[in-house]
């Protein structure tokens, strides 16, 4: 009798593993998540960017372009700076910021430019098109097509043009044409959906360059390549420093592309390097107004993937909210949904004002402007930092700068005193 | 037991057919075969469930079926309509907003169900499927009388993760071929697809259109020699003059974006019901003609 049973539970066993080993195999998936939820259309430009990007990926000169690029025209490598009076202000752990606010335009955003407009060149197409929220993708865009004589058109919602206007300006400015999305929300989740319909309508000739690890494969994972430059020098540099690792690297995720990038690098040493992703909390989990899609969304397929969305109960895709742009997006990249199944990432949440708060503290302690978003992993690592001993190091993406949100924090301020 | 084996290799070789399905038709299979002895073309028009409002959605799905309408393709309002140009994004809004949700859209086609036998497909993106649950999405429409499924952001790969759903729903999942699909895809979906193959007549979403592209008859050729399945020519179809340029090498032609931009520019319902009822009368004479 027990010998029958334990020969079932073996075959259930073996039977799970054949299982296990089936999904990994599945083409473009993160466990259970990521895919393809395209319409038929999009499979054959998606194929032809694998494809590509495959070749890309083992071609020596593409590499040598691309560095030459990363180093001379964005600035890398970026800094990895010790935080040292952020540090005795809270005294606990010691605090470092990777800076990435120091690349040029003002953000990792241009890491990942740089690599899909050199593929579009590779593969001969003349016209650029992305997605911008807090239009810090869309200005990198832009430069980068500026760059390279590209025709470059940027799709952005009407909510986020009126309050990202700088922005606006600059996408001009470098010779982009900033086309204004007014269905749904009117912010980056249809601005992606404008894009993605823009692309299906001009298939031959465009290269969509996704900002995000989000959308259908391959983009959730040529964006994490090309952004994992920022943990690789990280890696580096703290061993320069402090001869060892970090105990934790913190990193704020909206679609997830400054985490994925310095993530990546660390998933083999997670058993040393605690790695975690804050997510906006916005006004509180309860208000339902968040971008919290890992830590209260539910399995989904949102533009082109299946990962954690922020949904009703029929599936209706809900409006996310935070003070910074770059927060405000409904879904998550799928590597993400499948690192946190996996316990590999821990993901945590930061509200407004935490971050408003981390916003003005860096400020006036180091001098650093930080961006909104990257202000939710500052507010996080000071909210650690005090319980931990001051020899623990934790690591702080600092991801973008943060003159864009001038106007959104004094606007925070002046709403406090109402 | 050597006839069950002839009829097991039958059904392997006939493979639109699925197991479940041996021996019967099913309502869409039916229809094209009538129309094919007929010789005449199927008209399929596509409505938004609740739009302008559920009540008029069913006036409007029958004076569709009066005026000749073969088969209904009824849409899922989505928040997200990637596949959908600006008149059918409009119309899942205004649905939204009139508190459509899927149980809703069941109820709806329970109520046309008790005046009309004509056979229904929905179409809807694929999280409106995977939320609901995805056997009880299928069992639900089909018992209230669904006989398709239509799924715009499911393509072959995705679809074959999920083969086995549909293999156990009599309902008929009906692929999407376009005009960038290889030879090679397009014999895929082909064998997969059941009852029709929605052909997606431009490199582009949904919309009002006045021409046809270039590729289409090419395409359309391309198919007829690949397979034996009825093939409906939809996005973009709008007048007379394609419908003409198309007809012969299609067997149906779907309407969506069209009749629904009738009704949205319309100065009320009544007035625009009219407008579609002249519009669908006139665009399935020359179908049947």
Known sequence: MDDKKGRAIINKTIKAKKENKKIKFLKGYFGDYGGRFVPEILIDALEELEKKYKLAKRDKQFHEELNYYLKNYAGRPTPLYFAKRLTDYIGGAKIYLKREDLCHLGAHKINNTLGQVLLAKKMNKQNIIAETGAGQHGVSTAAVAALFNMKCKIFMGSVDIERQHPNVERMKLLGAEVVEVKSGSRTLKDAVNEAIRYWVSNIDDTYYVLGSVVGPHPYPTIVRDFQSVIGIETKRQIKRFEGRLPDYIIACVGGGSNSMGIFYPFLRETDKVKLIGIEAGGKGIESGLHGASLTSGEKGIFQGTLSNVLQDSFGQIKEAYSISAGLDYPGVGPEHAYLKEKGKVKYDYILDHEAVNAFKTLSELEGIIPALESSHAVAYAMKIASNLEKDKIIIVNLSGRGDKDMESVSKFFTNQLI | ?289
């Open chain 2, 1 to 289: 037991m050597v006839k069950d084996m002839f009829n097991q290799v039958i059904n392997k070789t006939n493979s639109n057919k699925s197991n479940k399905n041996i021996g019967s038709k099913s309502k869409i299979e039916k229809i094209f075969e009538y129309l094919e002895n007929k010789n005449q073309k199927g008209f399929i028009p596509f409505v938004t469930c609740g739009y302008p409002n559920i009540n008029d959605y069913i006036k409007l799905v029958s004076v569709l079926e009066k005026n000749g309408a073969d088969i209904i393709e009824i849409g899922i309002p989505f928040s997200d309509p990637l596949a959908d140009g600006p008149v059918i994004q409009s119309t899942s809004k205004i649905a939204l907003d009139n508190g459509i949700n899927t149980d809703i859209v069941f109820n709806s086609i329970k109520e046309i169900r008790e005046k009309s036998s004509i056979p229904i497909v929905l179409l809807t993106y694929f999280n409106t499927v995977y939320r609901y649950g995805i056997d009880n999405f299928l069992n639900n429409a089909s018992s209230v009388g669904v006989d398709g499924l239509i799924i715009p952001d499911l393509p072959l790969e995705e679809f074959y993760n999920y083969k086995n759903y549909f293999e156990n729903s009599p309902l008929d999942n009906i692929l999407l071929a376009s005009l960038k699909s290889s030879q090679e895809r397009l014999k895929k979906i082909s064998s997969l697809t059941k009852g029709f193959l929605y052909c997606v007549s431009v490199k582009g979403v949904t919309g009002v259109r006045n021409n046809i592209d270039s590729e289409v008859i090419e395409f359309l050729k391309r198919l007829k020699k690949i397979t034996q399945i009825p093939l409906a020519l939809g996005f973009g179809i709008s007048t007379i003059e394609q419908i003409n340029e198309v007809k012969k090498h299609c067997d149906a032609i779907i309407m969506g974006s069209k009749i629904l931009s009738v009704l949205l520019n319309a100065n009320d319902f009544n007035e625009g019901l009219e407008s579609v009822s002249k519009l669908v009368y006139e665009v399935n004479l020359v179908l049947k003609s």
